[in-house]
């Protein structure tokens, strides 16, 4: 199991930015692609962007497409969401996720996740 901690959330005005990081534990981490999912509150979670073993290859969700960007330093076990351009819509808890292997875009196929971090845009 991967533990994984989030942080970097907090309140900020339409069209700034936030980095967000997630740093994992207990396994090795170049063994996992890592996902950022998000939540609103009466939404279920839904993907954000997801980033492979390597770093390689990103995928995003199209609602973030051009203003997020994911990455990863695998010499800090870490994987960080860049977030331009920030709006309304945005606002929500954001998870970290891991799952073995190879990415993914459903929320189903990751096994382990972190406890989240609010996001919070304001007008």
């Known amino acids: 199991q991967v533990q994984l901690v989030e942080s970097g959330g907090g309140l900020v005005q339409a069209g700034g930015s936030l980095r967000l990081s997630c740093a994992a534990s207990?396994?090795?981490?170049?063994?996992?692609?890592m996902g950022w999912f998000r939540q609103a509150p009466g939404r279920e979670r839904e993907f954000v962007a997801t980033?492979?073993?390597?770093?390689?290859?990103?995928y995003y969700a199209d609602s973030v497409k051009g203003r997020f960007t994911i990455s990863r330093d695998n010499a800090k076990n870490t994987v960080y969401l860049q977030m331009n351009s920030l709006k309304l819509e945005d606002t929500a808890l954001y998870y970290c996720?891991?799952?073995?292997?190879?990415?993914?875009?459903?929320?189903?196929?990751?096994?382990?996740w972190g406890q989240g971090t609010q996001v919070t845009v304001f007008s």
């Open positions: 996720a891991a799952r073995l292997r190879v990415v993914a875009t459903n929320r189903e196929d990751y096994g382990d």
């Open positions: 980033i492979s073993r390597s770093g390689e290859g990103t």
């Open positions: 207990g396994r090795t981490f170049t063994n996992y692609a």
